[in-house]
Nanobody, 115 residues
Framework: QVQLVESGGGLVQPGGSLRLSCSAS????????MGWYRQTPGKERQLVTL???????NYLRSVRGRFTVSRDGAKNTLDLQMKDLKPEDTAVYYC?????????WGQGILVTVSS
């Protein structure tokens, strides 16, 4: 059973930056995929980033150039650096991992972009 714990959310002004971190209970390089989703009330969970086992990361079109993912094998963390944040980035962000046929989720962390 993989445990994922997010941290780093909060309130930020438009144009600001925020860094989320997802800490995993196991070696993240053993995962088939790992990434971030986000969800707003009344909408489906949306894929934001997905990093495959080869380290290739795909980004949601609207965050390309603003969001960057990085992995730390020593700490077993997946970080999401977000810059030039917009009000439409406001959401609960979830860390996600896939190990073979099983999918794991963190508890979610709120990011609010507002003046």
């Amino acid at each position: 059973q993989v445990q994922l714990v997010e941290s780093g959310g909060g309130l930020v002004q438009p144009g600001g930056s925020l860094r989320l971190s997802c800490s995993a209970s196991e070696n993240i390089f053993s995962f088939n995929a790992m990434g971030w989703y986000r969800q707003t009330p009344g909408k489906e969970r949306q894929l934001v980033t997905l990093t495959n086992v080869d380290g290739v990361t795909n980004y949601l079109r609207s965050v390309r150039g603003r969001f960057t993912v990085s992995r730390d094998g020593a700490k077993n963390t997946l970080d999401l650096q977000m810059k030039d944040l917009k009000p439409e980035d406001t959401a609960v962000y979830y860390c996600h991992a896939r190990v073979l046929a099983r999918t794991y989720w963190g508890q979610g962390i709120l990011v609010t972009v507002s003046s």
